[in-house]
């Protein structure tokens, strides 16, 4: 079912099935307020008539991704090691000149 379908079947309210004119960022940059309010009404929507199907893999997509992040973290610091790097104890000028001149 398309988008402007779902938005079309709801009955009683003033849903637009289309944004207003511009790219997203033009339209949020020109009115944040409406362009934020369109946006919301039309997750609302899509949340009404797909939320039933998309709430347990949305649960499922975010439970995988802790579970993932979890293991790279534990992969990672199994082997991770702390490196202190100093300055050297004397400082060339020359050197500095061509740090500074690039």
Known sequence: MTLS?????LPGRAWSSSPPPGGPA???LTSPVA???WLARLLLAILEHQGPAAGPLLAAAVAGRAWLRRRQHAAFAADAR???ILAPP???PDGAAALWGT
């Open 26 to 28: 033009g339209r949020y």
């Open 5 to 9: 379908r779902i938005l079309a079947a």
């Open 90 to 92: 004397q400082a060339d």
């Open 35 to 37: 362009y934020t309010a």
């Open 82 to 84: 702390t490196v202190t």
